[in-house]
């Protein structure tokens, strides 16, 4: 069993940064687990954000964060990050935290089997 517990979120200004963590537990994450951040937006569906491979070679985005936001993970510290930069109003979501254990670059909220309870990200101008 995994536990993830992210944090970070909070109220910034159009174009501003924020850094969330996922702090994972109960488990350490071995080579086969693949870490995620996916958001969701009030009356939206959760959507996939960013993945990474265990060696953080490995990652994917979605085009609407491509080139503004930056995953990065710290397996000694059993951490994930998601840098994120020019912030938008439209990246206001609760995002979460997601794992599961596999050497694919899944995007799909079905492929994962861990979530954190998530973290508040709100962008004001």
């Known amino acids: 069993q995994v536990q993830l517990v992210e944090s970070g979120g909070g109220l910034v200004q159009i174009g501003g940064s924020l850094r969330l963590s996922c702090a994972a537990s109960?488990?350490?994450?071995?080579?086969?687990?693949?870490m995620a951040w996916f958001r969701q937006a009030p009356g939206k569906e959760r959507e996939f954000v960013a993945a990474?491979?265990?060696?953080?070679?490995?990652?994917a985005y979605a085009d609407s964060v491509k080139g503004r936001f930056a995953i990065s993970r710290d397996n000694a510290k059993s951490t994930v990050y998601l840098q994120m930069n020019s912030l938008k109003p439209e990246d206001t979501a609760l995002y979460y935290c997601?794992?599961?254990?596999?050497?694919?670059?899944?995007?799909?909220?079905?492929?994962?089997?861990?979530w954190g309870q998530g973290t508040q990200v709100t962008v004001r101008g």
């Open positions: 990474i491979r265990y060696s953080g070679n490995d990652t």
């Open positions: 997601a794992a599961v254990r596999s050497r694919l670059l899944h995007t799909r909220v079905s492929s994962y089997d861990y």
């Open positions: 109960g488990r350490s994450l071995t080579a086969t687990y693949l």
